[in-house]
């Protein structure tokens, strides 16, 4: 059994990350709809990986013999003044993500839960590395989204992201 606290934690963070998903689908709706395919084919993959997030708190719980409660998924309603708007709230959001994640963190570490912080060690990496590219995505846009032929370019770059399954596997 895993503290209360911790579990209902866990389970909240499933619909976060379904939320994530959703969120990243919109921001794909958002791009589509300017053309600009390649910027919507990285947050289709984006949102993939939001789902395979939300599976691994799903399977973990489901592990450890925890009820699992699915809530209602929020709607995504940002409406976005420019191109840059979606990037930067794709920075806001994974920082958001990440102090959710740590804040779960804090709470396993206090009842000395060690296999939930052994499972969320990755998502502590998962989320740097996240972090690390929507920051790289505002920097490419700052250098070269002002010109147009960069801005192609840029989506090309992100036409080529193909999805690639969480390293993390849980049985
Ligand atoms: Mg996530």
Redo the contacts with the bound molecule.
């Keep these: 059994m895993l503290d209360k606290k911790v579990s209902k934690l866990l389970n909240e963070q499933i619909n976060n990350?379904f939320y994530?998903a959703y969120l990243y689908l919109d921001f794909a709706n958002y791009f589509e709809a300017k053309g600009l395919d390649g910027f919507a084919n990285w947050y289709k993959i984006q949102a993939q990986?939001?789902r395979d997030?939300a599976m691994l708190f799903y399977q973990f719980l489901q592990n450890n013999s925890e009820k699992v409660t699915l809530e209602a998924i929020g709607k995504p309603d940002k409406v976005f003044a420019c191109d840059m708007d979606v990037l930067k709230a794709g920075l806001g959001h994974e920082q958001l993500?990440t102090s959710m994640i740590n804040n779960i963190y804090a709470a396993a570490y206090e009842v000395k839960d060690f296999r939930t912080m052994q499972f969320l060690d990755w998502f502590i990496k998962e989320q740097g590395e996240?972090e690390t590219n929507a920051n790289d995505l505002i920097t490419k846009m700052e250098l070269f989204g002002s010109d147009p032929k960069g801005l192609y370019m840029l989506n090309q770059e992100l036409a080529g992201r193909v999805y690639a399954a969480p390293s993390l596997v849980l049985d």
């Design positions: 990350e994530s990986e939001e997030h993500v996240e």
